[in-house]
């Protein structure tokens, strides 16, 4: 199997390195200053001050971020969205009807196990981790995708599911 | 002696006029540390060896290294969460009278069920990781037996009973020193009411056992739902819910690991810095977010769980995010502005307290990131999500722990460890802990799966680096080690004097070393507070409309009901819940009868406690479908049965009613709510 720098992904971890960095240059600042001799007074003063800018500038990205992010959220809405593949999960196996999926068409997968909890993670041909979404026992999980580049698509167990969930794998093909 | 003590404490801490802890907190804190301490070495060796697997340098089975996986989340889970009540149990007894029997008592079920865990794992092979997802705990796949499955449940309950223990008596004797729960979290204060709130390791040992108490019902509820089916294969769990509940108790738990830890931090940064960590407006009403937003952010877990109410996704959403508020603005904020310009003394035990700080934020940024439904379905359980925990459980939580036994060594050396190894420690953990994450927030961000005995072809790599770096963390920890050494060994040579004796009859005279009294041995008495404080239903309105719902209740029993509810097993056992709630109003009414009342103290708030942890279990498990359905035919013994559920719930109202008004009552409506919430999901017969 081979894995690649998904962009989404990367992204992501940029983000959170430069968070990090960001962070962690605070403390070492913090440290450095620690041996200085400011009175009490004068660090609370500056503090509060930035304190309350700090709130206010989570809060605003709280309500940006969360807020944005609804706009993208992975659950299937509304009625039939196109061709329903229907996939279930069982100890350590995948079933996956059909298997050959037309590319640029959206498909519904109804995602449901017939033993213990597993996850459909949906790896693209290049090895990027698209997506994923649980297999429970007793429910259906209904993703809605549309594929866009042709080829196998391999799936990997992102659940633990016992002895052999890091063998559990399955693939199914994109064509045109 | 003077100047021997302030090596470890800044000069200005004198000034801040804070108790000296007592002999029996020492040796309490150093129990609850040691063992703590031993359980992490012993784990992180797990950890390292499955790590070694993943890098195909060592060749554990797929059996065993999921063995050891599930071995390492149950055993970190009971090592750190022992050392940090500890922790908080120490910092906290200075101004309220816990009690030591209690302690103890949580000890001993603690250390027995992670005994049991052990079992359970390596001689019984039981896999199914920590989390114990329902069904797969008897989807064995042929690895391990019914009776392996039965320990480890029964072990983490103990577990569960331990920790709710502790959350019972920390919830009684904070808000009977303070003067009730408002007071105790500082609501009184923020209204402008009370210009003396609690310190602030109340305010967090408050909040912390409100949500264990809540959380380790949840546990204690799943835990015996499971244990049930394991007795009666007829039983059946819905397994949303058993998810929901399952994540509830292990998500607030680990969460309150941390929580549990800030109450002791709150107490160490003044020692170094020479400013107190006072309650302030902004503290209290970071608490009651944080009260608020740890229970509802568990939900991200199942984010991925499409069926999951809406509702319910989004409000994790909101309250993931939010409960990093609290700790960035307020808790880390103020931590670094009492370090800032404070001429800090730089320590061991300082230097591991403000790394913790770094791993924190550091670890929670992951989590928020995580904690976006499009970021979650892009990083759903790869290993970003072990990166994140890792992060601000190793990094911060463990650095916590290590920093509390630094400091007790300190306290009792006078001195602290030398430069070099203070360098040598923290530099190879520090390097070695953001190198192993480091390792697996890339691996995540390349969407390697977690919980993998073998990762896919080609990402051995990140592995065996992760390996080097445990290795480093391991080599830092093991200077850590050496170093606490050093400071016992200073500390016990300062317990003794040198004197020379002379023999009165021969005239001899030869050194002998004499034990001197530890510090704070010459021990202050505990503040004194009644227990238990106040009645469950308190004046006539209040019984008034407890014998109301009462009367209500008793519907519960009426043939026309029970003979309704018989069209599900969910129904019936929502009817049970309802004869439950009868008996247990019923108790608690009898308990707030102030002749009763009077009668009530800490014998029977003993007996209170015992009847609060075990009547739910006895409850759920009389619920089994094998026992109730031959009755189910037979009237009388049907009738019967129903006045047991109710005879039941009449010992959990007296054993609340024995607990005091703030304490009584929630442990009145866990009780009540456990029955309720096990009918929603558990059915079968």
């Not at chain 2, 060994?489 to 317990?495: E, K, P």
């Not at chain 2, 009644?530 to 719902?549: D, H, I, M």
């Amino acid at each position: 199997m081979r894995l690649h720098y998904g962009e989404p992904q990367v992204a992501i971890g940029i983000a959170f390195v430069v968070i990090a960095v960001l962070l962690a240059a605070v403390f070492v600042v913090g440290w450095r200053r620690s041996v200085a001799d400011v009175p009490l007074e004068r660090v609370q003063a500056v503090g509060y001050w930035v304190r309350k800018r700090w709130l206010a500038f989570l809060c605003a990205l709280l309500v940006v971020v969360v807020g944005l992010s609804l706009f993208r959220l992975p659950y299937a809405s509304g009625g039939t969205h196109g061709r329903v593949v229907t996939v279930k999960g069982g100890q350590f196996f995948w079933s996956i009807d059909p298997g050959r999926i037309r590319a640029d068409a959206p498909v519904r997968f109804d995602v449901t196990s017939v033993d213990v909890n597993h996850g459909f993670g949906i790896y693209d041909p290049a090895g990027h981790l698209i997506g994923s979404v649980q297999a429970m026992p007793g429910y259906h999980n209904k993703l809605d995708l549309t594929f866009h580049t042709p080829g196998v698509y391999r799936i990997l167990c992102l659940e633990y599911c016992g002895l052999a969930h890091h063998l559990m794998q399955a693939s199914f093909t994109v064509v045109r | 002696m003077e100047a021997a003590a302030t090596a470890v404490v800044h000069p200005r801490y004198v000034e801040l006029d804070v108790a000296e802890p007592r002999v029996t907190e020492r040796h309490a804190a150093w129990l609850f540390a040691g063992t703590g301490v031993a359980l992490f070495a012993v784990m992180g060796l797990a950890g390292l060896a499955m790590r070694l697997t993943q890098a195909e340098v060592l060749g554990l089975s797929p059996a065993w290294f999921y063995r050891v996986m599930t071995l390492h989340g149950a055993g970190m889970l009971a090592g750190a969460l022992l050392a940090m009540m500890g922790a908080l149990w120490y910092v906290v007894r200075q101004t309220v009278p816990l009690s030591m029997g209690r302690l103890l008592t949580s000890y001993v079920l603690i250390v027995v069920g992670a005994v049991a865990v052990v079992a359970a794992t390596l001689v019984g092979g039981f896999a199914a990781g920590w989390t114990f997802l329902w069904p797969l705990p008897f989807h064995a796949a042929g690895q391990w037996s019914t009776w392996a499955t039965g320990t480890f449940l029964v072990g983490l309950l103990l577990v569960g009973a331990g920790f709710f223990l502790f959350c019972l008596d920390v919830l009684m004797k904070t808000t009977e020193t303070y003067g009730g729960l408002l007071r105790t979290l500082g609501v009184t204060y923020l209204r402008g009411r009370d210009d003396s709130p609690p310190p602030p390791q109340v305010l967090a040992a408050t909040v912390v056992a409100i949500e264990g108490l809540e959380a380790c019902a949840a546990g204690v509820m799943i835990l015996v739902a499971l244990i049930s089916r394991m007795l009666d294969p007829k039983l059946t769990i819905d397994a949303l819910w058993a998810k929901n509940f399952t994540y509830f108790f292990g998500h607030s738990v680990f969460n309150l690991i941390i929580y549990l830890a800030i109450g002791a931090v709150y107490v160490l940064v003044p020692r170094y810095a020479g400013r107190p960590w006072r309650t302030t407006k902004p503290i209290v009403v970071a608490w009651l977010f944080t009260l608020l937003f740890v229970m509802a952010a568990y939900s991200h877990h199942l984010y991925m769980d499409f069926v999951q109410p809406g509702g319910l996704q989004l409000m994790s959403t909101f309250a993931s995010f939010g409960a990093a508020i609290p700790v960035g603005v307020v808790t880390a904020f103020t931590g670094l502005m009492l370090v800032w310009g404070s001429r800090f003394r730089w320590t061991l035990a300082s230097s591991l307290v403000y790394l913790g700080f770094a791993g924190w934020v550091i670890g929670g940024t992951g989590a928020v990131l995580d904690s976006i439904i499009p970021f979650n379905f892009l990083f759903h359980n790869t290993l970003w999500v072990v990166a994140h925990f890792h992060t601000y459980l190793l990094l911060c939580v463990i650095f916590w722990e290590l920093a509390f036994v630094a400091y007790l060594l300190e306290e009792a050396a006078g001195a602290t460890a030398s430069r070099a190894q203070t360098r040598l420690a923290l530099g190879g953990m520090g390097i070695g802990g953001y190198g192993l994450v480091g390792m697996w927030y890339l691996s995540g961000v390349l969407g390697i799966p977690r919980r993998y005995a073998a990762h896919p072809t080609g990402t051995a790599g990140y592995s065996l680096a992760a390996s080097i770096f445990v290795i480093v963390f391991a080599l830092g920890f093991l200077v850590l080690l050496w170093a606490f050494a050093g400071l016992a060994r200073t500390a016990r040579a300062r317990r003794y004097e040198h004197v020379e004796v002379t023999d009165t009859w021969s005239g001899g005279r030869w050194p002998v070393r004499r034990r001197l009294d530890e510090p704070g041995a010459a021990t202050r008495p505990l503040p004194r507070v009644t227990e238990p404080l106040g009645v469950v239903f308190t004046g006539p309105t209040q019984l008034g409309l407890a014998v109301a719902a009462a009367v209500v209740s008793l519907a519960a029993f009426f043939p026309q009901v029970v003979e309704a509810s018989e069209t599900s097993t969910g129904y019936h056992h929502l009817d049970h819940a309802g004869q439950f709630l009868f008996g247990a109003l019923v108790g608690a009414i009898v308990a707030s009868l102030p002749r009763v009342a009077a009668r009530l103290d800490r014998r029977t708030a003993d007996l209170g406690i015992a009847a609060v942890i075990a009547v739910p279990v006895v409850m759920m498990l009389v619920m089994l479908p094998s026992l109730y359905g031959p009755v189910e035919d037979r009237p009388a013994l049907h009738f019967l049965y129903h006045v047991g559920i109710a005879a039941l719930g009449l010992i959990i109202g007296l054993g609340a009613g024995a607990l005091g008004k703030v304490t009584g009552r929630i442990a009145l409506v866990l009780g009540v709510s456990m029955a309720v919430m096990y009918a929603a999901g558990v059915g079968g017969g």
